[in-house]
């Protein structure tokens, strides 16, 4: 059990308001699979509902969401509120779940609430679609004036890899929560795969889900080698083109103000249907300034996997693409390991780099491709010879302590720092700033 004390953040004093109205403390870590709600059996018409994955929609309009019941084939409803200030609701508004059983007695149940409005209190519960429902949970969405949003992006969390669930969860859970303590007007967060160890361990599952800010930060999972077919089970991503698809899901793509993000499938090698999600992102959001490619694997790092071949054959294959179509940036997990490297551009260093005073690199060409190490704390990779990743890397790092980045977005720049868990110090920072991004 975790005796953690959880200090809310400041901007969501009306969410706790709201969430001790409606009787949702936070339940420490329980294997799923295993226990029955107390609240159920208390409450015949109170919805046991458990693994809510809350994230980005197509756009910051929409958010989607899936979740289990207990039952095979059950009914799922989700009905979105808009509050007031003070918690009352203004309205509300249910959206119809697709749902189908899975192992063990579960239903899994996904749905996309839209019509969102920016600088708005709402609230969410789910429900069977007669008289039971779940508890309350709450979510404001961000103003988006002059298009700056943040974003964090945590490497491989792996619950389970370490010295048992529970101590994982409880390193997941510490980084999280001070992630958006330092940053509670974040947009949503990005997780790089490799949720779990064992894919089919519900008890990792338990851990990953554990941190109580997952249920009003919607948070962007990536399809990880550790995942891979029961990921389909737990998250609902937006877009999903069908290229680069096996049984866990295919590429996605969504946007936040004036971003594109596109989210590859690395467990499938097949280069041309990567290449083609990608052109295909591209073209149904020609406006976009920034393009950020989210992808598990990574192909420029320093650790274990630094020269696996499909890493390599990835590198061969993408980073062509990754030049014809401008991607600023590919953020990476895997090697568990902080890596950030020079601007890239075809496989090699680009050489002249202008910077502004603040130290920005100015419109530099080429894509900036960096490595989340474990948010969690769950795993580290030891580092290889410098000579595998001097050629690339400007930093390579080995902490062995949790670590998460902060994605600052801008109408013309893009600046990420990277910071420790444990002190919040700065790890790293580089930006980028587009001089022409307006022209």
């Excluded at 839209?114 to 429902?133: K, M, P």
Aim: hydrophobic letters at 35%.
């Amino acid at each position: 059990m975790f005796n953690r004390n959880h200090r809310m953040k400041v901007l969501f004093a009306t969410l706790i308001i709201v969430t001790a109205m409606a009787g949702c403390a936070k339940e420490p870590y329980r294997d799923s699979a295993v226990e029955e709600s107390v609240a159920t059996k208390d409450a015949p018409h109170t919805l046991d509902v458990f693994h809510i994955a809350f994230a980005p929609g197509a756009d910051e309009t929409e958010r989607t969401f899936s979740w289990h019941t207990r039952g095979m084939n059950k009914k799922g409803v989700v009905e979105l509120s808009q509050l007031d200030e003070e918690g009352n609701v203004l309205s509300s508004e249910t959206f119809e779940a697709a749902g189908e059983g899975i192992l063990r007695g579960f239903s899994s149940h996904k749905a996309t609430i839209t019509g969102l409005e920016e600088n708005q209190l709402y609230s969410y519960r789910f429900g069977d679609g007669h008289r039971a429902w779940s508890e309350s949970y709450t979510f404001r969405t961000q103003a988006t004036e002059d298009d700056d949003f943040n974003f964090l992006f945590f490497g491989d969390p792996q619950i389970g890899a370490g010295d048992g669930a529970q101590i994982d969860a409880d390193g997941w859970d510490r980084t999280v929560t001070t992630a958006t303590e330092m940053f509670p007007d974040t947009a949503f967060l990005v997780s790089a795969g490799d949720q779990v160890n064992t894919a089919h361990n519900l008890k990792q599952y338990d851990g990953w889900f554990f941190p109580e800010e997952l249920t009003f930060y919607p948070i962007m999972t990536l399809i990880g080698n550790h995942d891979y077919t029961p990921f389909a089970d737990y998250f609902n991503p937006p877009n999903e083109t069908g290229l680069g698809a096996d049984d866990a899901g295919s590429d996605f793509y969504f946007t936040y103000g004036n971003t594109l993000f596109i989210a590859l499938n690395t467990q499938r090698n097949n280069i041309e249907e990567h290449r083609e999600a990608m052109e295909l992102a591209v073209a149904e959001n020609p406006e976009a300034t920034h393009r950020i490619v989210l992808m598990h694997k990574s192909i420029y790092s320093s650790a274990d996997h630094a020269r696996d071949e499909d890493v390599l054959a990835f590198r061969d294959g993408l980073v062509p693409v990754f030049d014809e179509l401008d991607i600023d940036v590919a953020l990476m997990g895997h090697d568990h390991v902080y890596v950030r490297t020079y601007q890239m551009k075809g496989d090699a260093v680009v050489e002249e780099i202008a910077y502004d005073e603040a130290g920005a690199a100015v419109d530099p060409e080429g894509t900036l491709y960096l490595t989340g190490n474990s948010a969690s704390d769950s795993k580290y990779y030891d580092m290889q010879d410098s000579s595998v990743y001097e050629r690339y890397a400007a930093v390579a790092l080995q902490l062995e302590e949790p670590t998460f980045m902060n994605v600052e977005v801008t109408d013309d720049s893009l600046t990420f720092t990277t910071y420790k868990t444990a002190d919040q110090s700065v790890v790293d920072a580089y930006s980028i700033v587009k001089v022409d991004s307006g022209e």
